[in-house]
Nanobody, 119 residues
Framework: QVQLVESGGGLVQAGGSLRLSCVAS???????MGWYRRAPGKQRELVAI???????NYADSVKGRFTISRDNAKNTVALQMNSLKPEDTAVYYC??????????????WGQGTQVTVSS
């Protein structure tokens, strides 16, 4: 069964930290893994992505505060979030890009985990 399962969301005060984790199962030859978020009333946006080789890309709004990491052998990706701000409040989604027969490169999404930062 193909699935991405996120964990680690919750409620935290401004300035605090959270660590999100995502495990991909049933997906092979994953290329890029990453985190996106959707704040209330806004469109989903990129937070951070990481390639198989470890190259990373971050949204400007999180640079210096968030760190993405990955374990290729375990098909996991994590997002360490420090110095959280109320504007980081959103549902955070894990994404994995992998080759899927009949589709080519395909985007797999998790169900999302809520992160709420109180002021």
């Amino acid at each position: 069964q193909v699935q991405l399962v996120e964990s680690g969301g919750g409620l935290v005060q401004a300035g605090g930290s959270l660590r999100l984790s995502c495990v991909a199962s049933g997906i092979f030859s994953i290329n890029v893994m990453g985190w996106y978020r959707r704040a209330p009333g806004k469109q989903r946006e990129l937070v951070a992505i990481i390639t198989t080789g470890g190259s990373t890309n971050y949204a400007d709004s999180v640079k210096g505060r968030f760190t993405i990491s990955r374990d290729n052998a375990k098909n996991t990706v994590a997002l360490q979030m420090n110095s959280l701000k109320p504007e980081d409040t959103a549902v955070y989604y894990c994404k994995a890009v992998a080759f899927r027969t009949g589709y080519g490169l395909y985007d797999y999404w998790g169900q999302g985990t809520q992160v709420t930062v109180s002021s």
